[in-house]
Every structure is written in C-alpha cells, then in structure tokens.
C-alpha cells in the first residue's frame, strides 16, 4: 500500500486540473514501477529518487 502526501494531490491537480485523482494515483504506481526497474538497471541515482529536485525549492 502507498501512502501519498495529500499535498502532491493538491499540486498536480493545480497544475493540471482536468485530472482525476485516480489518474493521479495511477500515475504514482507507475512512477514507483519505473524507479525500480531503472534503479536495477543502474540508470537511475538513488540520491534522485530519494531527494528529487521537483520537491524542493531552489535560489
């Protein structure tokens, strides 16, 4: 079970308020798939899945 940050609901909804929240949702499981698959595969840096840029603010 994935629990979400009702926050990251909130954002994307804003900035793309014809989703659904199940598309939404959806499209969290399939992130999470993908992460995995390319973290096997050495394509990824786990200090990006765990610190993403797109979560913090920047100067």
Do not use: A, C, H, W
Not at 2 to 28: A, C
Not at 31 to 58: A, H, M, Q
């Amino acid at each position: 079970m994935i629990i979400v940050e009702m926050g990251l609901i909130i954002y994307y909804m804003s900035k793309n308020p014809q989703y659904k929240i199940s598309e939404i949702l959806n499209s969290i499981d399939y992130t999470y798939e993908k992460y995995l698959e390319e973290l096997k595969e050495g394509r990824l840096n786990v200090i990006e899945v765990i610190k993403p840029n797109y979560r913090f603010i920047s100067f």
